[in-house]
T-cell receptor, first 117, second 112 residues
Framework: AQSVTQPDIHITVSEGASLELRCNYSYGATPYLFWYVQSPGQGLQLLLKYFSGDTLVQGIKGFEAEFKRSQSSFNLRKPSVHWSDAAEYFCAVGPRYYGGSQGNLIFGKGTKLSVKP | NAGVTQTPKFQVLKTGQSMTLQCAQDMNHEYMSWYRQDPGMGLRLIHYSVGAGITDQGEVPNGYNVSRSTTEDFPLRLLSAAPSQTSVYFC???????????FGPGTRLTVL
């Protein structure tokens, strides 16, 4: 069955510290992978995506993610966290044809990030 | 360009009442969808539409109806609200041939 697992429900990091949010997926074929961020009371905003090519992708707000096929993972990283990064982060997976046709995303349950001053 | 708009922002219903959550987009996107977000559950797809006149069920469609008479609008109807439908509802849209989905700000629904 297709699924996305975000093992960490809640993570707290100090401002300025590095961050890694984990995402593992189970999918029948090479998927389309996304990270979204949701600030409190807001809708979701796309941080970055991976379809093919370089397995290290850069996104907005200084975030990056690395696709590791052997580990079925797509972990999100940031070298230095800012207080404004406190939010909930969602990993999502879609079919390879997602950008060209229909297709729906499967979302993970989310990881809530808190930032200590 | 307002993007994806949703109304109302908040709603309280009694069990058995009906209501429609409104969703509109001004980007001429073909693809629109409705999700519900519950604590610890992430986002789950309720219904989606690939164009005017075409709708289909997602992961959790029971208790909800949709229609798509225009490209811009994609309302979600609750015919007989139940406490299990207490949730935050998000509408999203995407242009065919692209991979970026745009989300509305959400509607927080409480069913008593």
């Amino acid at each position: 069955a297709q699924s996305v697992t975000q093992p960490d429900i809640h993570i707290t990091v100090s401002e300025g510290a590095s961050l890694e949010l984990r995402c593992n997926y189970s999918y029948g074929a090479t998927p389309y992978l996304f990270w979204y961020v949701q600030s409190p009371g807001q809708g979701l905003q796309l941080l970055l995506k991976y379809f093919s090519g370089d397995t290290l992708v850069q996104g907005i707000k200084g975030f990056e993610a690395e696709f590791k096929r052997s580990q079925s993972s797509f972990n999100l990283r940031k070298p230095s966290v800012h207080w404004s990064d406190a939010a909930e982060y969602f990993c999502a997976v879609g079919p390879r044809y997602y950008g060209g046709s229909q297709g729906n995303l499967i979302f993970g349950k989310g990881t809530k990030l808190s930032v200590k001053p | 360009n307002a993007g994806v708009t949703q109304t109302p922002k908040f709603q309280v219903l009694k069990t058995g009442q009906s209501m429609t959550l409104q969703c509109a987009q001004d980007m001429n996107h073909e693809y629109m969808s409705w999700y519900r977000q519950d604590p610890g559950m992430g986002l789950r797809l309720i219904h989606y539409s690939v164009g005017a006149g075409i709708t289909d069920q997602g992961e959790v469609p029971n208790g909800y109806n949709v229609s798509r008479s225009t490209t811009e609008d994609f309302p979600l109807r609750l015919l007989s609200a139940a406490p299990s439908q207490t949730s935050v509802y998000f509408c999203a849209s995407r242009a065919d041939g692209t991979d970026t989905q745009y989300f509305g700000p959400g509607t927080r629904l409480t069913v008593l």
